[in-house]
Each structure stands twice: as structure tokens, then as C-alpha cells.
């Protein structure tokens, strides 16, 4: 059997308020292109389809776009589930209208889907959520774990204990009983599959951090999953790897594009092709996804550097952080030079030494009001204040100190 798996597409996601619409739209021709190309039998989008729970309507559009294109290239069934950023409800709303297609979209981890032909694949049963599904002449067990948060538990553990370890520990007992009601309903004989929208203790968040929770909900200890799963596809993680202590049959795929600078360690990204065989051994092939707007941070040792870094890489395309090591403040006319240079700078970070800042605050406390003030204007707009100007801002500060008498 072979699988597509996907996750973290964060459809209508901005960098500090840049749009990335562009990049999320070439990603999308491009997974439909490799959907064509691959032909899997059952594709996964596993969570994170949208940034918020109210997507734009551009947002929105992308989505039902690609759907549409997979399901008129492709004969695979397709499966999707809600992450932390969607709504469940929102997500599912079109589930009736995606049935003619060959999805299947979850709400919650306990759904009625209706049995019957999904375009070229079949639902022959459902139990407790657990789907069992003829895809191409092959039967598989579809396990569907949409994010699920205390509250999704119907209980919140953070109330009942007094230390994180104990509530982690109630939630992993939760979730431990969740799958085990829901594992009876997998057969050896078949493909059995788990889609989860999660966190584990086992995962790393970048390349260094660890933790014990994300997105609001307690982490799973890997040892949650069944043996009995052949695969276990994953969300929730931006950084893709398999997960110690299953066996290697436990993946994050990885979010589609870096979204913000901390992703920048993580080179590359990827979507994942799994092709379980009938022994249930697995092949797994990473597809290289194409960076199609890097972030860059600069790290530059002086502001005239930053200014000749940004003439060197005007024509780049790419969204920048620049760090610059400075003894003195960086004027107005420098950043509008800089950003003048080269399009997408995202932050401009004036690196002071720790002595030029003791320097300069032992400096300014020794100065009167009007200095400071004096000071202040002349960095803000380049000349000096006038005597009207200064005499307002004295009268302001005269006035001020009276009201707090």
C-alpha cells in the first residue's frame, strides 16, 4: 500500500505580516504535481491545513483548489484531519460535498463516517471512528486522532493536580485508553493506519529543543501507540523525523515551508511517500519540497556592512533578520538605506556592546530633561528641535510632575 502523508500547511500564515500566499500556492501545484506523478492509494493531510480556526476566504479557496485537483489527477482516497489551528467544524462542513471526490475529512476522533462508494474507494465500515476502507483491491484500518486537547478529553487534567507531571501522566492514561478501545478494531491481516495530530516526548521541536508539551496539549510517550499499527503518520511538529521506540513506523512529515526564523536549522523540507509492503516492512522516500522564499538571517559586524550586504543582495528573494554589531544607535537614514536596498527585511537588531551600553546610560543619567529631549529629536528627524518645541515638551514635563504631587 502506499501513502502520501503531509501535515502543517498553515494555508493564510504570514511572517510578521508578510504574506506567504505566493509560496503556499507553488507548494500546493507542486503536491498535486507529485500526487499525479506517485499515485498513492490513500493520500494524508494530518492537521494545521489552515493557520486560524476563521481562514481567509483566499485561505479557504486555496484548500478546496487542491482538493479538487488531486481528486480529478489522482485515484486515491484522501483523509484529513483537523489540527489545533483549525476548527473541526469549519474543516468538516464540506464533508458531504468531498465524498464525490474520495475524502474523507474528520471532525473528532469518535465520527459516524457513512459507509458506502468514496469516488473509487469504499467505506465498509466504521467502529468507534476507526474506518476500515477498500482502496485499489487493498483493505486497510484508518485510525483518525484530530488534535485532541484536555478539553477534547472532556476533562481538564491542569485542574485535578497540583504538578505538570502529574497532569501529563493523566493525560497519557487518557490517551492510552482512547487508542486501546479503538486498536481492537485493527486486523493483522490488513493495513492498519494511525493519523494523529500530536505531540510526543519523544519529538524534537527544532533542532535544539525538547519539551513536554505544544499547542496547548500534554505530549503522548510514543509507547501510546499500538504495535499493531503499520504506520503512524504525524502533525504537529514543523521539523521532520520518526519517532524513537515504535519501531520506525512513527513519522512527522515536517510543515511544507519554514515559517518563521527558527525553522531557518532545518535545511530542508519535505513530504513523505510510505509504501507498506505486504510483509509490512515500510519504504520510505522523502520528497524534497522546493524553498521558494528563504529566511535569512544576516549577521553583520557593522552598520556600514549591513548597508553593503544589502546592495550585495538586493536582487535576492528571500525574507531577512539582520543582526548588526554597533557602538552607537542606528540612525533613521541608515534603516531607510537598508531597506531601501533590499525588499523583505523583516527586522533590523542593532547588537550594542555591554560597555557602550553602560557608557551611554551613566551618560544620559547625567543630563538634564532638555538634553535628553534635545538628544531624542535630532535621532528621530535628523536636526535639531526647535526653541517652540523644546519649550512645549519642558511645559508638558512642568505639567506632569504637578499632577503626580
Not at 149 to 167: G, H, I, K
Not at 199 to 208: M, P, Q
Not at 276 to 285: A, C, N, P, R, V
Amino acid at each position: 500500500m502506499r501513502i502520501l502523508h503531509s501535515s502543517d500547511w498553515h494555508l493564510g500564515k504570514t511572517l510578521d505580516g508578510y504574506s506567504r500566499i505566493e509560496e503556499q500556492e507553488k507548494f500546493l501545484e507542486f503536491f498535486v504535481e507529485k500526487s499525479r506523478e506517485i499515485q498513492p492509494d490513500i493520500i494524508i493531510i494530518a492537521g494545521d491545513i489552515f493557520d486560524t480556526s476563521n481562514p481567509s476566504a483566499i485561505a479557504e479557496k486555496m484548500f478546496y483548489d487542491v482538493l479538487t485537483n488531486i481528486s480529478s489527477n489522482t485515484s486515491s482516497l484522501i483523509v484529513i484531519i483537523p489540527g489545533n489551528h483549525d476548527s473541526p467544524k469549519r474543516l468538516a462542513s464540506a464533508k458531504l460535498l468531498a465524498r464525490t471526490h474520495g475524502i474523507i475529512i474528520y471532525e473528532n476522533n469518535d465520527d459516524k463516517i457513512d459507509t458506502g462508494m468514496y469516488k473509487s474507494s469504499e467505506v465498509l465500515s466504521c467502529n468507534d471512528g476507526v474506518i476500515k476502507v477498500k482502496v485499489n483491491g487493498k483493505i486497510a484500518n484508518i485510525m483518525a486522532l484530530p488534535y485532541i486537547s484536555e478539553a477534547r478529553l472532556n476533562e481538564n487534567v491542569q485542574d485535578l493536580f497540583d504538578s505538570e507531571e502529574e497532569n501529563a501522566r493523566s493525560f497519557q492514561t487518557k490517551f492510552e485508553a482512547l487508542v486501546g478501545k479503538k486498536e481492537k478494531f485493527f486486523n493483522t491481516d490488513e493495513y492498519n493506519i494511525i493519523i494523529a495530530h500530536l505531540f510526543t516526548t519523544r519529538a524534537r521541536l527544532s533542532e535544539d529543543e525538547i519539551g513536554y508539551s505544544i499547542g496547548g496539549a500534554y505530549a503522548v510517550d510514543a509507547s501510546a501507540f499500538p504495535k499493531s499499527a503499520d504506520y503512524i503518520a504525524l502533525g504537529h511538529i514543523h521539523k521532520k523525523q520518526c519517532i524513537s521506540g515504535v519501531d520506525k513506523r512513527a513519522y512527522y512529515c515536517g510543515s511544507p515551508i519554514h515559517y518563521n526564523k527558527t525553522e531557518v536549522k532545518t535545511a530542508k523540507k519535505v513530504i513523505l511517500q510510505v509504501d507498506i509492503q505486504e510483509d509490512k516492512s515500510i519504504d520510505l522516500t522523502e520528497i524534497n519540497v522546493p524553498i521558494y522564499k528563504k529566511i535569512e538571517i544576516w549577521n553583520a559586524e557593522s552598520i556600514e556592512d549591513a548597508i553593503k550586504m544589502s546592495e550585495e543582495k538586493s536582487d535576492e528573494s528571500s525574507f531577512v533578520y539582520i543582526n548588526i554589531k554597533t557602538d552607537r544607535i542606528i540612525s533613521n537614514e541608515e534603516i531607510r538605506q537598508i531597506k531601501s536596498n533590499k525588499k523583505d527585511i523583516i527586522e533590523i537588531r542593532p547588537i550594542m556592546s555591554i560597555e557602550n551600553i553602560i557608557s551611554t546610560s551613566e551618560n544620559m543619567l547625567e543630563k538634564s530633561e532638555m538634553e535628553k529631549f534635545t538628544e531624542f529629536y535630532k535621532e528621530k528627524n535628523g536636526a535639531e528641535p526647535t526653541k517652540n518645541i523644546i519649550d512645549r515638551y519642558m511645559d508638558i514635563i512642568s505639567y506632569e510632575d504637578e499632577e503626580n504631587i
